[in-house]
């Protein structure tokens, strides 16, 4: 019983610490979310080279974007005319950190690793995308299938309302609340079973061991660039090296199994190796540097318990408190919107016998649901497309024939397993 007091306790003292600089973070995402237009974006990033890989990854650091929903907003804009390189800079910083990330660094590790971490998504993006306009010559393009205009903002067709604050509040922190409850279920559970200074003596006080390790984790591993930030910051408390827990932030949201098929079939083979290289040197590059290069005192001065009290002097707990209110308040809706029906009124009025429902695995945010929704809605004799993220069920209104629905879902990097019984 005593485990489970202690554990809720820190799961809620984690809570309080993240969620003023949580619910701020996504209110600029909103805001974000509204100013940059997609067909703006496309405009800067036309032509190769390294002025066109910077501005990728200029607009790539603060966009809050997880490792999923960047590819078709990526692909979508190379489609568009953004040079390989621009998008393989985007691809490549975007899902590392964002202004939602940043914010909850500062607010649980300290300026330092707040600073530190957009700027090593920021260079890593651009090498990745200028290995990738000098030494990816070939022809091969993305896929049509994969491009994907629902996921980024179009003015035209949605109120200013929408796209800032449910976008913020609902829509945004649908794709990542999982995630987020992972990651902070995850860093209580560390900080309870994990003795202190753990990572001190023996193998694993070398930093390089636990760095390969951290990355041996991180690379497989789905978590957003937002939960990976409580996970750190209690590794850190357990000894792990500041260059370890860099290591972890930047490689951990960036890279995960789940969409390296998206990624693969999207993006291209060599695209997708340079991709991949970039992530992995830039992150071991710079924990290296970090621990045997930058003075010793510069990261690891700050630990968890340090961050906490500075900031409980810093914020007001009513603040504090509030704000871990109103955050799980907003957990909970964006998880019981998950589960009710999202049938439109065109459903609703036209029922016929040419309806069918199939089942896609590998979808993992609404913007892997927008990605299926626009490709088969584009196919021909389609009236109408529902996904539902949760289940994988797709629903189809029109005449089109199990092949090409498969061909269609495989051709976007999804994985078709056939129609639902």
């Not at 202004?99 to 690793?113: E, H, K, N, Q, R």
């Not at 903002?153 to 609902?170: E, G, L, N, P």
């Not at 850190?236 to 990624?263: C, D, E, R, Y």
């Not at 998880?335 to 439109?344: A, V």
Request: proline residues 4%.
């Amino acid at each position: 019983m005593i485990y489970v007091e202690e554990f809720f306790k820190t799961l809620w003292e984690l809570t309080l610490e993240m969620a003023p600089y949580l619910l701020l973070g996504f209110l600029i995402a909103g805001f974000l979310n509204g100013l940059f237009s997609k067909e703006w974006l496309q405009k800067q990033l036309g032509k190769p080279g390294w002025g066109s890989s910077i501005k990728a990854a200029l607009f790539g650091v603060p966009l809050p974007l997880c490792s999923c929903g960047v590819i078709p907003t990526g692909v979508s804009l190379h489609k568009k005319g953004a040079s390989k390189g621009a998008t393989t800079s985007f691809l490549i910083s975007t899902p590392q950190t964002g202004i939602d990330s940043i914010l909850i660094t500062y607010g649980m590790m300290g300026w330092a690793y707040a600073i530190i971490r957009p700027i090593i998504a920021f260079i890593t993006g651009i090498f990745g995308g200028f290995f990738v306009d000098n030494f990816d010559k070939s022809q091969e393009e993305m896929k049509d299938a994969a491009s994907c205009d629902d996921c980024a903002v179009d003015t035209s067709k949605q109120h200013w309302f929408d796209r800032i604050f449910k976008y913020a509040f609902v829509e945004f922190l649908q794709d990542i609340s999982r995630w987020l409850i992972i990651g902070l279920v995850l860093a209580s559970v560390i900080s309870m079973l994990v003795p202190d200074q753990f990572f001190e003596g023996g193998i694993l006080s070398e930093p390089i061991v636990s760095m390969l390790l951290v990355l041996v984790a991180s690379i497989p591993l789905y978590v957003c660039a937002t939960g990976s930030v409580p996970i750190a910051a209690v590794l850190l408390m357990k000894g792990i090296s500041p260059g370890a827990a860099i290591v972890f932030l930047m490689a951990g949201p960036a890279t995960n199994i789940a969409t390296f098929t998206v990624i693969w079939n999207a993006i291209g083979k060599r695209m997708t190796i340079i991709y991949l290289a970039s992530i992995i040197f830039g992150a071991l590059l710079f924990g290296v540097l970090i621990d045997y290069v930058m003075p010793e005192a510069w990261l690891s001065y700050f630990s968890i318990a340090e961050m906490v009290s500075e900031h409980e002097h810093f914020l007001p707990h009513w603040l504090s408190l509030g704000s871990a209110i109103l955050l799980t308040a907003l957990i909970i809706n964006a998880e019981i919107l998950r589960y009710l029906p999202k049938k439109n009124k065109r459903q609703m009025e036209n029922t016929t016998q040419n309806n069918s429902t199939y089942i896609v695995k590998g979808m993992t945010c609404n913007h892997c649901v927008a990605n299926v929704k626009k490709n088969l809605n584009a196919a021909e004799n389609v009236k109408n497309v529902e996904v539902d993220l949760n289940s994988g069920r797709v629903d189809i209104e029109g005449n089109i024939s199990e092949g090409n629905v498969k061909a269609i879902v495989e051709d976007i990097g999804y994985e078709y397993a056939g129609k639902a019984s």
